[in-house]
């Protein structure tokens, strides 16, 4: 008996006799044994031991074996006790009504040792195995609670994060209907500073948790940059930048971006690996499909994302339809797909265009019927309207941004114990980066500072002539004289002086850099000969050509030039 753990044997039989045969053979087997002489009895027993495995006399008087193998099982709940009839019946429905009571095998009198042991060993075997189960039931429970739980604080901080925004406008409509707790498919849309719409519908590869996890960082990036006034290509680039470094290979996002300015009635759209998405002119019910011409966001580094956009020009009524492949890809009882043709036929067939929205919806999930969906399905519309009957959020913000101008302005002095360690241009150009219109202008903003900074300091401050550098010998008697005043300069200023104003249409930046030095003679300065005075030179002609007005002031020690720029909001 090495292969069986000692047992605690319930014998409960009536018989004197055949009840100590029975609990000698279980003894010798190495077991414990309880007795009971009647039902009543071995229900009593059993609730009080709590035996492994029962005998139990089918023929019993004041309660017989099966009213007792019914109580038992009862007081078993979920716990396997196996119980084998202790029977002279041979009958058939005899047999058949001890497995009705509840009994699990039956031995057949006279007793036989080997019969007895084999049934023991194997209903031990099971009784092993059912606890097994009931343990691993119960950790599957517990694991399954514990999952939920982080599931439901995971998607209470996700809906904050991926918060509907402008999603409540009066002209949009959306349906959002996920396969799992979370959502793989994403909708955001935010109002940007210009009053136009920003809105991102985005489909995850996959499901639930793991699909969503990328949706977070996608919805932090779009709320933080779009009220701030970035580009829609700057936002798509930070976007796929992010969930580039983040996100495991083969986990990206289909997505399709658009930007809605709804007083220049204009749509500005980008469509990575999401379905065609439907422009419907009201007039003539004309359909524009805007096809996907991008790669999913998170495939390309950077450096290989593409980011040219497709412009529409609409009119009031006409209406923007988006979708995920959820739509397409919904399933019939038979396993055939929506598919474009079905979809298509709805529009085909619509005389309403209020109604779109709608019929979709309904027509798929007729299609699908009660057969069990297979993917996250997604519908967006977006009806193009006057700005101030989009709702509150259009309101608030041509309110804010689009009828009044945002002006600010910074100013600092460059001291002589800066000039030689100190280049400003770097801070500067940093605080004007912090304004998303002006990203685009990096490099021509740059050129202008740097070249305006260092006319001020060299021939400004430090007094040196760029006639020296008319020759090879000139150029490095220039820098080695500059080298030698910037070490010996003790006095002197350069200072700078920055206003910015954006309205509806762009912005224009005014840039004023003065200087302690003696200035020059700019009252016959002439466009085409600024290579005679000694603040001119090709960089001054290069200020000239980017900027849209230059202008020397005081006794040349002081220029002004104005840097204009119209938005393409």
């Known amino acids: 008996m090495n292969d069986v753990r000692r047992l605690k044997i319930l014998v409960a039989d009536d018989t004197d006799t ?88 039956f031995l057949s009198k006279p007793y036989n040792r080997v019969i007895l042991q084999a049934k023991i060993k194997s209903f031990n075997r099971m009784r092993e195995m059912h606890s097994t189960m009931l343990t691993q039931r119960d950790q599957i429970v517990q694991y399954n609670n514990r999952l939920l739980q982080e599931q439901m604080v995971a998607k209470h901080v996700f809906d904050n994060v991926a918060h509907s925004g402008c999603l409540n406008a009066g002209n949009v409509r959306y349906f959002l209907s996920s396969l799992a707790v979370f959502n793989g498919d994403v909708l955001v849309a935010a109002m940007r500073p210009s009053g136009s719409m920003m809105v991102l519908l985005g489909d995850f590869t996959g499901h639930g948790l793991p699909a ?38 083969g986990i990206f996002c289909c997505a399709t971006i658009m930007d809605i300015n709804f007083r220049k ?99 798929v999930q007729q299609f699908v019927g009660s057969n069990e969906k297979d993917d996250d399905l997604s519908l967006l519309e977006i009806r193009m309207d006057e700005p101030a009957r989009v709702n509150s959020f259009s309101q608030e913000a041509s309110d804010r941004f689009g009828s009044s101008e945002i002006e600010w302005a910074l100013g600092f002095e460059v001291k002589p114990t800066s000039f030689k360690v100190f280049d400003p241009l770097p801070m500067l150009l940093n605080v004007l980066m912090e304004v ?25 401050v430090l007094g040196l002539d760029s006639k020296l550098k008319t020759t090879a010998e000139g150029f490095a008697d220039y820098y080695r004289l500059r080298e030698e005043r910037l070490n010996e300069v003790t006095e002197g200023f350069v200072r700078i002086h920055i206003t910015h104003k954006t309205n509806a249409d762009g912005g224009l930046l005014k840039v004023r850099i003065e200087d302690s030095g003696e200035g020059f003679d700019y009252s016959e300065r002439d466009v085409n000969t600024l290579s005679t005075f000694g603040y001119s030179g090709r960089g001054i002609a290069l200020v000239e050509k980017l900027c849209g007005r230059v202008t020397y002031l005081g006794c040349g020690n002081v220029v002004e030039v104005d840097f204009s720029w119209v938005s393409d909001d």
Not at 69 to 81: F, N, T
Not at 329 to 357: I, K, T
Not at 436 to 454: G, K, Q, W
Request: glycine residues 6%.
């Open 436 to 460: 998303p219109s002006l990203r685009a202008f990096s490099s021509t903003l740059y050129t202008i500072l740097a070249e305006l900074y260092t006319n001020a300091l060299d021939h400004g």
């Open 265 to 363: 009635k204009r749509l500005k759209i980008w469509n990575g690996g999401l379905p065609d998405c439907f422009i419907y002119h009201h007039k003539d019910r004309r359909i524009s499909a805007v096809k996907s011409t991008h790669l999913p966001l998170g495939v390309l580094s950077n450096r290989a994302f593409k980011d040219n956009c497709e412009y529409f020009e609409l009119e009031k009524e006409d209406r923007i339809f988006a979708w995920s492949d959820g739509i397409h890809e919904a399933r019939n009882s038979a396993g055939d797909m929506f598919g474009e043709e079905r979809l298509s036929a709805v529009f085909d067939n619509n005389r309403q265009p209020e109604n779109l929205f709608n019929e979709i919806i309904e027509s």
């Open 18 to 105: 055949d009840r100590l045969i029975l609990e000698s053979i279980v003894r010798k087997e190495g077991h414990s044994v309880v007795s009971a002489r009647n039902g009543i009895e071995a229900v009593a027993v059993y609730a009080a031991e709590k035996p492994d495995i029962v005998l139990l006399d089918a023929l019993m008087p004041e309660l017989d074996g099966f009213g007792a193998a019914r109580q038992i099982k009862e007081l078993a709940g979920d716990e396997l006790v196996p119980i084998i009839f202790l029977t002279s019946l041979s009958d058939t429905e005899s047999l058949v009504q001890c497995l009705d009571a509840g009994g699990d095998d």
């Open 212 to 249: 969503a996890i990328g949706a977070m960082p996608l919805a932090s990036t779009f709320y933080g940059m779009v009220p701030k006034g970035f580009s829609m290509t700057d936002i798509l680039r930070e976007i796929n930048a992010k969930l580039k470094n983040i996100l495991p290979v």
